[in-house]
Nanobody, 121 residues
Framework: QVQLVESGGGLVQAGGSLRLSCAAS????????MGWIRQAPGKEREFVAA????????YYADSVKGRFTISRDNAKNAVYLQMSSLKPEDTATYYC??????????????WGQGTQVTVSS
């Protein structure tokens, strides 16, 4: 089992950047694939990005490809989401999530509490 805590959200103007962090507890972090999922008010959860256990494979939703970068540091039990060229439609609560295998869906086993990202126009 793994516990996840996100940080780094906030208010940013369109075109700006933010870096989200997710700290994981437990020695088993390095056996989990990790993902970022977001949910805007009144909308369903949406897959954003995922990274394999080793960090060598990454996957992105078309809506963020070329603007967001997911990475992980297994030595620090952390996963990151670097977001640039932010748009108002990126406004959402962003969740860090973990699963035994990498998934490009919202079907993850463990979830953080979420961090709010608001992009103003």
């Amino acid at each position: 089992q793994v516990q996840l805590v996100e940080s780094g959200g906030g208010l940013v103007q369109a075109g700006g950047s933010l870096r989200l962090s997710c700290a994981a507890s437990g020695r088993t972090f390095r056996i989990y694939a990790m993902g970022w999922i977001r949910q805007a008010p009144g909308k369903e959860r949406e897959f954003v990005a995922a990274i394999s256990v080793s960090g060598k494979a990454t996957y992105y939703a078309d809506s963020v490809k070329g603007r967001f970068t997911i990475s992980r540091d297994n030595a620090k039990n952390a996963v990151y989401l670097q977001m640039s060229s932010l748009k108002p439609e990126d406004t959402a609560t962003y969740y860090c999530a973990a699963a035994p295998t990498v998934r490009v869906t919202t079907q993850y086993d463990y979830w953080g509490q979420g961090t709010q990202v608001t992009v103003s126009s």
